[in-house]
């Protein structure tokens, strides 16, 4: 409670510190408009300067009007005469019309700084509303409990944002390097497929879409169209279209479709071109179908589930018992290529949930110890990475990633496959 009232003893200071010289000059204008001698005092030199200029044109009016009643007297004594009387009296009263002139003048002048003190009201409301507005977003957002944090108490945060800056740029000049590599393997041998698959991988992970397409494209013609090929090549569109699913990236999905490919690429993405078309049931049914049919680690699925909640919870549609996600009775295949055995499957079967968690845990925990011996292995990093996924360890994930970068950092084409299964999974990659 204390710290609330020095705040708002603190707070009233201030607002008396700007807006007393404002008022006070209200004040002092006002006064100044029935006392002569005050407004000397109170209103600006510039001002002063302004009346003192005037008073002496009235001076300069006056003598002017002195000097024709002269001349007329002058014309009686017989001192001028008719023809000198008349040049005279012009010249007289030429003087008496630009002096009136420069009195108007400088009466709009006047009266125009006198508007001028409209502003003094706008400038206390608008302070007064800073002073509330401030006050205001501080009671939202502030917390005077929070104990201070020195810069030397933040070393460790600071050390960490700069070594995963350095890791980024390390990333990046490998996936330059990697992309570089390519495209001269890819000039003497532009029939690799699987060259032309890896530097569109290389361009989507450096966020180079545009280009990537060409890549894709490539791959698409060389495998007589092939399905998967197909749907890289439409991500690549629609990545480049800011995330719209355009007509020729919609024609390549379909065409993937009807291909038999089962790339979870085509049912995602055509959903998406559902939605973004209106048809939400639509793309809710094709991305149901997508989740109940995925494999339990599968490192999409989490991306798919995420999608159809908060469709479903944008467009107040019930799903209820409709996702009916694979349990995982089987852990990862973590461990090698081959997967788990029948008898590992059969034994996993028979375990209660919190049994089978333990035991992908367990060879979770190996697979991280033989790369932990053994870094050179970007199947194994890949497939950790996977694994953490599926158990929603993305941290784990996160920090396997940066793990793989330092420890394959002379392997480009590694480098360049992990980042893309890192951008596929939703991990950091820049």
Do not use: C
């Not at 509330?132 to 917390?143: A, E, P």
């Not at 989740?291 to 989490?302: H, K, R, V």
Request: charged fraction near 25%; glycine fraction near 6%.
């Amino acid at each position: 409670m204390t710290v609330w009232i020095v705040f708002a003893l603190v707070t009233l200071a201030v607002a008396g510190y700007v807006l007393w010289p404002v008022m006070a000059g209200t004040r002092r204008g006002s006064s100044a408009a029935g006392d002569e001698t005050a407004d000397q005092k109170t209103v600006p030199s510039s001002t002063r300067s302004d009346l003192s200029d005037q008073d002496e044109l009235q001076r300069d009016l006056s003598v002017y009007r002195d000097q024709l009643a002269e001349i007329n007297r002058d014309i009686e004594r017989g001192v001028l005469n008719a023809e000198q009387a008349d040049a005279a009296r012009i010249e007289v009263q030429r003087r008496i019309l630009a002096t009136d002139q420069r009195i108007q003048a400088r009466a709009k002048k006047r009266t125009g700084k006198k508007t001028g003190t409209f502003a003094r009201p706008v400038a206390v409301a608008l302070i007064l509303i800073s002073l509330i507005g401030g006050l205001g977003l501080y009671l939202d957002l502030g917390h005077p409990a929070l104990p201070d944090r020195p810069i030397a108490q933040r070393s460790d945060e600071i050390l960490a944002a700069r070594n995963a800056r350095l890791q980024n740029n390390e990333r990046e000049q490998a996936l330059r390097k990697a992309v570089a590599d390519l495209s001269n393997k890819l000039i003497q041998n532009p029939g690799n497929i699987e060259n032309w698959e890896m530097l569109g991988n290389s361009l989507m992970a450096l966020n180079r879409p545009q280009e990537a397409q060409t890549a894709f494209l490539e791959a698409v013609k060389l495998s007589n169209r092939d399905g998967a090929y197909l749907a890289m090549y439409a991500e690549a569109i629609i990545r480049a279209s800011d995330g719209q699913v355009t007509a020729a990236a919609r024609g390549a999905l379909e065409e993937a479709a009807k291909s038999g490919n089962h790339n979870p690429r085509i049912a995602f993405y055509l959903g998406v071109a559902d939605l973004q078309q209106g048809q939400t049931q639509a793309a809710l049914e094709r991305w149901i179908a997508l989740a109940n049919s995925a494999p339990a680690d599968a490192s999409w699925l989490p991306l798919v589930v995420r999608q159809i909640e908060q469709t479903a919870t944008a467009s107040g549609i019930d799903i209820s018992g409709r996702l009916k996600l694979p349990s995982v009775t089987t852990p990862p295949a973590i461990a090698g290529n081959a997967g788990p055995s029948q008898e590992d499957m059969k034994a996993a079967a028979e375990m209660t949930p919190e049994e089978r968690r333990k035991m992908i845990e367990g060879m979770v925990d190996r697979l991280a110890s033989k790369l932990a011996e053994n870094p050179q292995d970007p199947d194994g990093w890949a497939r950790l990475m996977r694994a953490y996924m599926v158990m929603g360890m993305k941290d784990k994930a996160q920090e396997s990633y940066q793990q793989a970068q330092t420890a394959l950092k002379d392997n480009k084409p590694a480098l360049a496959q992990l980042a893309a299964l890192a951008d596929q999974v939703g991990l950091t990659t820049n």
